[in-house]
C-alpha cells in the first residue's frame, strides 16, 4: 500500500526498472494446472518471485450451515500468507488485509462460476501464499480460476488478473517489490477476458485520471497475455490426462491373463 | 430467506423503475441524498463528526493515543480505522469480532485518508522512532439505508478536520490542531443492470449487481478505488464513475 520517498532508482536513464523490464513488461510468469493429489482442482502459479497455491474443494456442503444459499453455490475463497513468505514473519491466520482480499477474489470468482448449478453447496478456494514478491492477490485470483477448472467447475471464462502502477513518476506494469513499497500507485485488476468485464478493481496511492486510464488500459492488456498462459496451462494438464494409461483397465487386464 | 425472496421481488421493480429513468425515492441516477454534518457532536472524541446521508446515520470519532512508532516508519504517527456495524443499526448486523463488510468497509476509509495524505503524519511524530501519535479513527453505525463507505468517508474528514490533538493530557506539549492538509472525499455508485446510481440506498444496494468506489483529491488527482459485489464493470463505466466522483465530490469537499 502507497508509497514512501527513496533514494532507490526506481527507473534508469534508459527506461529501464529496477529488474530491466521495461516500464509495459511482465514479470516472468509460469503456471500450472493440478499440482495438488487431494483437492478437486489446483494450480501453482510462479510470478516474478511470488509463489502460489490454489486449490478447490467441492461444491460440497456448505459450512457454516446457516451461510448456505438455497438458489445458488457460495464460491468461499481463503487468501492466507504463509509465515515464512515475507522478510518479517507474518504472524500466522487471518488478518484484516487477508480478510479483505478473500472477500473481494471470492466475488471476482463468483462473476464466473455458474453458481445457481449448485444450490446450498459451497466451492472452497484455498490461496496459499508461500513466497510473496508484490502482486499476490493478482497471482492467488490467477491461480484460483485455473484451479476452478481444474476442478471441473463450470465457468463462463477464467478470470485473469494483473495490476499496474506508478513509480518514479511513470506508469508501469506489473509492479515489483519495490516498486510497490516505494512507487506512488497501485491498480490491481481482475478481467474476464471473454466478455470484456473487470471484475476486480481496486487502487490506492496518487494518480491523475489520464494516468489512471493508461493504468488500466495497460493491465486489462497484460490480462490477456495472463488469459492465454492460463489456458496454455490447462491445455497441457488435460493433454497429459488424456494421454495417460488409464489406472483401472491395466490392472483388470493383467488378472484376467494370469 | 424471506429477505432473499424480497430482494428478488424488489429487483423487479426496482429495475422497472430504471429503465423509465426513476429511482425509487425520486432521485435522479446521478444525485446524492441531502447530507448533513455536525461537527464537535462527541465531548469526549478528540474530534468527532455525525454524518446523516439520506437515512443512513454514521457517527465518527478519533482518539489519540501515544505510541510506538513502526519499525518501517519511525518519523510518521500511526493510523487505524475501525468500523462498528453495531445491531442496532440494522436487522443484517451482528454483534461480535468484525465480519469481511465491517473490515471492507474500514479498509476503504482508511486507504482514502492514508492515501490521500489527508492528515501530514510527519507532524505526529514526537520522538523520531520512539514515540509518536496513534490515531484511532472509529466509525460506528446507528442507523444504516446504504452506502456506508461514503458516509464514513465524509465524517472521518470532518472529524479529522475538528480534531485537536491532545498533547497538553499526555505531558507532550501544548494541545494542536490535527494537522489537516488534504480532504479526500468518496463517491460510491451501483451498477443496476445496464445503471449506474450514485450514494445507493440500502434497498438500491441489495440488488446491485457491483459497486465502485472512488476517491479524489481537491487538485482532481486519484487516491483509493475499490469495486465491491458479483457484478463487473467494463472500462467506460468505470470511467463515469469517476466523472462522477469528480463533479459531487467537489460539492461534498465545500461542505466539510
Known amino acids: 500500500m502507497g508509497g514512501t520517498p527513496t533514494d532507490i532508482k526506481l527507473i534508469d536513464a534508459n527506461g529501464r526498472r529496477i529488474d530491466g523490464r521495461m516500464p509495459d513488461e511482465l514479470r516472468p510468469l509460469k503456471i500450472e494446472a493440478g499440482v495438488l493429489k487431494r483437492a478437486d482442482g489446483s494450480a501453482y502459479v510462479e510470478w516474478g518471485h511470488n509463489k502460489v497455491l490454489a486449490a478447490v474443494y467441492g461444491p460440497r456442503e456448505c459450512h457454516p450451515r446457516h451461510a448456505q444459499d438455497p438458489t445458488r453455490a457460495l464460491v468461499q475463497c481463503h487468501y492466507n500468507m504463509a509465515a515464512f513468505s515475507v522478510d518479517d ?67 463462463r471464462d477464467l478470470v485473469a488478473s494483473c495490476a499496474a502502477g506508478k513509480a518514479a513518476d511513470t506508469v508501469i506494469l506489473d509492479l515489483g517489490k519495490e516498486e510497490d ?27 491523475t485520471i489520464d494516468e489512471y486510464k493508461k493504468g488500466l488500459g495497460m493491465a486489462l492488456e497484460a490480462c490477456k497475455k ?17 494421454t495417460e494409461v488409464p489406472a483401472e483397465e491395466p490392472v483388470q487386464a493383467q488378472q484376467e491373463g494370469a | 430467506m424471506s429477505k432473499d425472496i424480497m430482494a428478488d421481488l424488489k429487483r423487479d421493480h426496482i429495475v422497472k423503475l430504471l429503465s423509465k429513468g426513476v429511482r425509487p425515492d425520486g432521485r435522479k441516477f446521478d444525485e446524492r441524498r441531502p447530507l448533513t454534518i ?16 439520506g437515512d443512513t446515520d454514521v457517527i465518527v470519532g478519533v482518539k489519540m493515543m501515544v505510541g510506538a512508532p513502526f519499525a518501517d516508519t519511525p518519523n510518521t504517527g500511526v493510523l487505524t480505522t475501525n ?28 486507504r482514502g485518508i492514508r492515501e490521500g495524505h489527508a492528515v501530514d503524519m510527519t507532524k505526529l511524530c514526537i520522538e523520531p522512532g520512539k514515540e509518536v501519535w496513534i490515531m484511532f479513527l472509529d466509525v460506528h453505525v446507528v442507523d444504516y439505508d446504504g ?14 478536520k475538528t480534531a485537536v490533538v491532545p498533547a ?28 449506474i446510481l450514485v450514494d445507493p440506498t440500502h434497498d438500491e444496494e441489495r440488488v446491485a449487481d457491483a459497486r465502485l468506489t472512488v476517491t479524489i483529491l481537491e487538485n482532481g488527482n486519484l487516491c483509493a478505488m475499490q469495486k465491491g459485489l458479483n457484478g463487473s464493470f467494463r472500462a467506460d463505466e468505470v470511467f463515469k ?16
Do not use: W
Open chain 1, 89 to 155: 514473519r507474518k504472524r500466522p491466520g487471518p488478518d484484516r488485509r487477508s480478510q479483505e482480499i478473500s472477500k473481494i477474489i471470492s466475488e471476482a470468482l463468483t462473476n464466473v462460476v455458474f453458481t445457481e448449478y449448485f444450490p446450498r453447496a459451497s466451492i472452497d478456494v484455498y490461496i496459499e501464499v508461500i513466497q510473496a514478491n508484490a502482486g499476490t492477490r493478482c497471482a492467488g485470483l490467477t491461480a484460483a480460476s485455473v484451479a476452478l477448472a481444474d476442478a471441473g467447475i463450470p465457468m
Open chain 1, 181 to 207: 513499497n516505494f512507487g506512488q500507485a497501485d491498480i490491481p485488476v481482475g478481467y474476464v477476458p471473454r466478455t470484456d468485464e473487470i471484475v476486480l478493481l481496486q487502487m490506492d496511492g496518487d494518480l
Open chain 1, 226 to 242: 495472463v488469459y492465454e498462459i492460463q489456458r496454455d496451462a490447462l491445455r497441457r494438464r488435460y493433454h497429459a490426462r488424456a
Open chain 2, 38 to 53: 455536525q461537527t464537535n457532536y462527541i465531548r469526549s472524541a478528540e474530534g468527532s463528526a455525525r454524518v446523516q446521508l
Open chain 2, 83 to 110: 468500523a462498528e456495524l453495531i445491531p442496532m443499526a440494522s436487522e443484517t448486523f451482528e454483534s461480535g469480532p468484525p465480519d469481511p463488510e465491517s473490515i471492507e468497509i474500514a479498509r476503504v476509509v482508511d
Open chain 2, 147 to 160: 452506502n456506508l463507505f461514503d458516509a464514513c468517508n465524509i465524517g472521518a474528514n470532518a472529524a479529522l
Open chain 2, 168 to 195: 497538553k493530557r499526555a505531558g507532550k506539549g501544548e494541545d494542536f490542531p490535527m494537522p489537516v492538509q488534504h480532504t479526500p472525499i468518496s463517491l460510491t455508485a451501483v451498477k443496476i443492470g445496464e445503471h
Open chain 2, 241 to 256: 464513475v469517476i466523472d462522477l466522483s469528480t463533479r459531487l465530490g467537489a460539492d461534498v469537499r465545500s461542505r466539510i
